[in-house]
């Protein structure tokens, strides 16, 4: 029997980074099948089925999992209605793939996993971050060379962008959160928060600073200027005797494309990698780690593996979000 995939969710971040995902992963992956995909609006489903090769376009989600039995979900509707959908998705059975953030907060992020619970579901939250080549690169190298320097000392995370004006631009920092835990490998223990407002910009628009203690000890902090004069992402990790510095290939516009990973021991570049060695192509989808984080997800999937970050490994990330969204100004782990 072929794997049928489903999508629930055509609109601009399936068609730009999924969709092309889905079909590599066909090409490379006999017996996979582009089954059917889902849109309220007919026409997007349609011209979604058309463009990537799903078999059928429908409207009513529901109707489609029953019609097709698919062996994956990827939940990619926007955050707004992904706690409603993803929560009746996996309360079917089905493996979910669910795009971030997995619920607008963390009360829906724990409705996800009780529906998980109850459907016996595999699922994997679509943090791309730590999928994207360079900072599984870093990780890599952190993960040899740290052993080597003694344990992770310091981490920096600068997330800006041009002219984002959102009142509430927790949805889109929580990429950075989360990309934090991951180089870390540990969750969010003590957090302090400082936010600049920026009234000239609109309502709600502010920086946002955070200091952090990992439960591992390590030390961060994170910078959210949303409108500045330049795209980036970068990360800076410090340990003994070595430093480590990606900058990240952020959308097709980002400053750093294709972005870089540099290692630097006792004052002296001992690596330097272009993200363009990393990759195996120059498309968005594959520099940002959506084509990675979908094939992790379908490989996971039909091998019967529990996803190593599911909607549970999440949690942490939807708490510290939660504080953003709030403007609170302190989080402490089961505080």
């Known amino acids: 029997m072929p794997f049928k995939i489903c999508v629930i969710g055509c609109g601009g971040i399936s068609n730009n980074c999924h969709g092309p995902s889905y079909v590599k992963y066909a090409l490379e992956n006999p017996g996979v099948e582009l089954a059917a995909c889902c849109d309220l609006d007919a026409g997007k489903a349609e011209a979604y089925a058309k463009r990537f090769g799903f078999r059928r376009p429908y409207t009513d989600f529901t109707e489609m999992l029953r019609a097709e039995q698919p062996g994956a979900v990827c939940v990619t509707v926007d955050e707004n209605h992904t706690g409603a959908v993803g929560a009746a998705v996996l309360k079917m059975g089905y493996a979910s793939f669910i795009e971030k953030p997995p619920g607008k907060t963390s009360a829906e992020t724990r409705v996800l996993i009780s529906a998980a619970r109850e459907g016996g579901a595999v699922n994997q939250v679509g943090y791309n971050r730590r999928f994207l080549p360079v900072l599984t690169a870093l990780r890599g190298m952190l993960d040899d060379g740290a052993a080597r320097h003694g344990d992770i000392q310091f981490i920096r995370y600068d997330f800006y962008r041009v002219d984002r004006r959102d009142e509430d631009f927790s949805?889109?920092?929580?990429?950075?959160?989360?990309?934090?835990?991951?180089?870390?490998?540990?969750?969010?223990?003590?957090?302090?928060?400082?936010?600049?407002?920026?009234?000239?910009?609109?309502?709600?628009?502010?920086?946002?600073?955070?200091?952090?203690?990992?439960?591992?000890?390590?030390?961060?902090?994170?910078s959210f200027c949303p409108v500045t004069g330049v795209v980036v992402e970068r990360a800076t990790v410090h340990a003994e005797g070595g430093t480590w510095i990606a900058n990240t290939p952020?959308?097709?516009?980002?400053?750093?494309?294709?972005?870089?990973?540099?290692?630097?021991?006792?004052?002296?570049?001992?690596?330097?990698?272009?993200?363009?060695?990393?990759?195996?192509?120059?498309?968005?989808?594959?520099?940002?780690?959506?084509?990675?984080?979908?094939?992790?997800?379908?490989?996971?999937?039909?091998a019967g593996r529990k996803c190593a970050c599911d909607l549970e490994s999440s949690?942490?990330?939807?708490?510290?979000?939660?504080c953003i969204t709030n403007k609170a100004e302190r989080f402490v782990l089961n505080g």
């Not at 494309?257 to 594959?286: F, M, N, Q």
């Not at 949690?315 to 939660?322: A, F, G, Q």
Request: hydrophobic share 35%; with cysteine; charged share 25%.
């Open 315 to 322: 949690l942490n990330t939807s708490l510290v979000k939660d």
């Open 250 to 302: 952020i959308w097709a516009y980002g400053y750093d494309r294709p972005g870089e990973l540099l290692y630097i021991k006792d004052g002296e570049t001992a690596a330097r990698i272009s993200g363009a060695e990393l990759c195996d192509g120059d498309e968005v989808y594959i520099t940002n780690g959506f084509y990675n984080e979908d094939k992790s997800f379908f490989d996971d999937v039909r």
């Open 171 to 222: 949805d889109t920092a929580v990429h950075g959160i989360d990309a934090v835990r991951y180089v870390a490998g540990a969750d969010y223990a003590d957090v302090s928060f400082r936010y600049q407002a920026l009234p000239r910009f609109g309502p709600g628009v502010q920086n946002i600073y955070m200091d952090c203690v990992m439960t591992n000890g390590v030390y961060a902090q994170l």
